[in-house]
């Protein structure tokens, strides 16, 4: 057996990487951020806690890790110039993204509304998100502002809220949730 590559090693700490996120989620979200543990994590990933601190520097920093890692998806899906004013079609994308993403990775929703429901873990991830999602949440007000609303941040968050109780309401009754009524009812109202 030859030598591994760089490019395998890579990958093989890519993934081992990804392991211990997707344990973190699971464990966080579960036992709460600050009920949990490194070990916990580490049992959960079935790696060693030294091996963690190998990827990462604290708890503190897989959450970080976790929750951008989350909204850089989302972005990276969308694929929005936020440098240019949003579009009826794009609005329209983010509308069924965010519906969409919660039927296709329903644990993975869960989980992330369960940790985000976590008032202490808030203040947390703010800092790392913030300037991420400013640009959006600008782009979003512009957004309302060109469909006449007078006030468009309450507007943006009216919108945030639905599309957040829609998500949850998914996540409650998948089998019986009309995902597709509702998403065509949101787009209506917004788009």
Partial sequence: ???RSPKQFAEIREERKQQI???ALHVFAEDSYHGSSIAAVAKRAE???GLIYNYFESKEEILKT???GIFDHMMKTLQLDLQKPLSKADFVRIIELSVDEVV???QRWKLYMSLSFQPDVTPLIMTE????LQPFM???SN???GKGHEDPMTMMRYYSAVLDGVQMHILMDPQNFPVDKVKQMIIDQFA
């Fill in 129 to 132: 998100l913030m300037p991420k």
């Fill in 47 to 49: 790696v060693s806690k």
């Fill in 21 to 23: 996120l997707d344990a």
């Fill in 66 to 68: 976790l929750i951008v």
């Fill in 104 to 106: 296709k990775t329903p």
């Fill in 138 to 140: 600008i782009a979003m």
């Fill in 143 to 145: 957004y309302f502002i």
């Fill in 1 to 3: 057996m030859s030598p």
